[in-house]
């Protein structure tokens, strides 16, 4: 069944953020968004300009709406308009057992406006004792008390915070766990990714915890994948507005795979016997190179995002095809149940992905893999090429 997430959050005009990329998130991960809209907002990439909040009475009238017809598999909470309307949601999320609930505490805009006053952030206690995960960057976990840990005890949910706002060419995002079947503690380090088009990183990032989680990850798993998509979106983001502009979560199309058992095609690799009259064809062709490593591979980026290699490597004696698993290792061990043979395990390889081989009754070579980032965006890629 489709996953279907309800967003509560506030109305982004620009599209950067709130329910606008909320949407554009859960439509790219294959659900279907549902949307109680707590405010209104004007704003574009340089600031907000007016708020007008929704009645509470209105927020709660969307949420029994969709439930009562819809259903809903999980819910993501951004910016929460008042403190009345934080309190009655709460209220009416503890109807819902067993749905899990990822809580962004919007409190500030990319532009530095002001989404919270006071009484709504004192408020986000009663929302934190219903959410199973809450999402705070470094400022809004100040405001929260400073401490990941006691929030943890005191409301029984799990803290992911969001180190983007420290310095530094590495952001560490550190998951303290509710679970005690998972560790304690679990962090997560990327490069930075230098962009002022960084608007709705949060919402974007708990939109897509809240796909993973209704779609019956673990709450680890769903983090690593929502943070993949959140990096890729960032690269992909189309450069719109003049300040801190929105991401490109539209152009996240085959990257992230969230299902178990069905696999992603989005890569093929044919052999050549001259690398660089191969890569002037296909660059002739119109499509994007990304990697070089003259003589033996080239890659290249196709719109809508499936990428294609040629390798004068001599194990390249045909096409290779590439399906993408949600859970490679999963996948491996299922397909083996049902008697299909592997030339080779699952194993990790020293360009960053995770990989199996297997023929299919033709002879063909079919490779099932994990490679996330590092498909599109290995360090290597030719950025200006």
């Known amino acids: 069944m489709t996953p279907r997430i309800l967003i509560i959050a506030g109305s982004d005009s620009g599209g950067g953020a709130g329910i606008q990329a ?4 859960v439509t790219m991960l294959g659900g279907h968004a549902m949307t109680a809209i707590t405010a209104i907002t004007a704003q574009n990439t340089l600031g907000v300009t007016a708020v007008h909040p929704i009645p509470t009475k209105m927020v709660i009238e969307q949420i029994d709406a969709v439930v009562r017809d819809i259903g809903v598999d999980a819910v993501k ?7 009345r309307t934080a309190l009655a949601v709460a209220e009416k999320l503890a109807e819902l057992p067993g749905v899990p609930v ?3 505490p919007v409190m500030v805009a990319s532009s530095g406006a002001e989404l919270a006053d006071e009484a709504t952030i004192a408020a986000f206690e009663r929302l934190m004792a219903v959410a199973t995960v809450v999402t705070p960057n470094l400022p809004e ?3 929260l008390g400073g401490d990941a840990r006691a929030l943890v005890k005191t409301h029984g949910c799990a803290v992911l915070v969001k180190g983007g706002h420290a310095e530094g060419d590495q952001v560490t995002d550190r998951l303290y766990s509710s679970d005690p079947e998972d560790p304690p503690e679990i962090d997560w380090t990327n490069p930075r990714i230098e962009s002022t088009s960084n608007h709705g990183t949060g919402c974007t990032l708990s939109s897509a915890i809240a796909c993973g989680l209704a779609q019956e990850w673990d709450l680890p798993e769903a983090v690593r994948r ?3 998509f959140v990096r890729i979106a960032m690269r992909e983001a189309p450069g719109l507005g003049r300040g801190h502009g929105p991401m490109g979560q539209q152009s996240v199309r085959l990257d992230t795979n969230m299902s178990f058992f069905e696999p992603m095609l989005n890569q093929v690799t044919v052999p050549a016997a001259d690398l660089a009259a ?7 062709l119109g499509l994007r190179q990304i990697v070089r490593a003259s003589p033996r591979y ?6 809508g995002g499936a990428t294609f290699s040629v390798a004068t490597d001599p194990e390249y004696t045909g096409a290779v095809v590439y399906f993408e698993c949600g859970d490679l290792d999963v996948t491996v061990a299922y397909l083996q149940q049902q008697g299909v043979a592997f030339e080779a395990e699952p194993k990790d390889e020293s360009w960053g992905w995770r990989e199996a081989r297997l023929r299919d009754p033709a002879g063909n070579s079919v490779r099932l893999y994990q490679a996330g980032e590092m498909r599109r965006y290995p360090p290597w890629r030719l950025e200006n090429d």
């Open 77 to 83: 909470i951004g910016m929460i308009g008042s403190a």
């Open 298 to 303: 080239a890659r290249f980026e196709t719109e």
């Open 226 to 228: 929502a943070r993949r």
């Open 141 to 143: 976990l100040a405001a």
């Open 22 to 25: 909320d949407i554009k998130t």
């Open 102 to 104: 990822v809580f962004d």
């Open 278 to 284: 191969s890569e002037k064809f296909y660059r002739l």
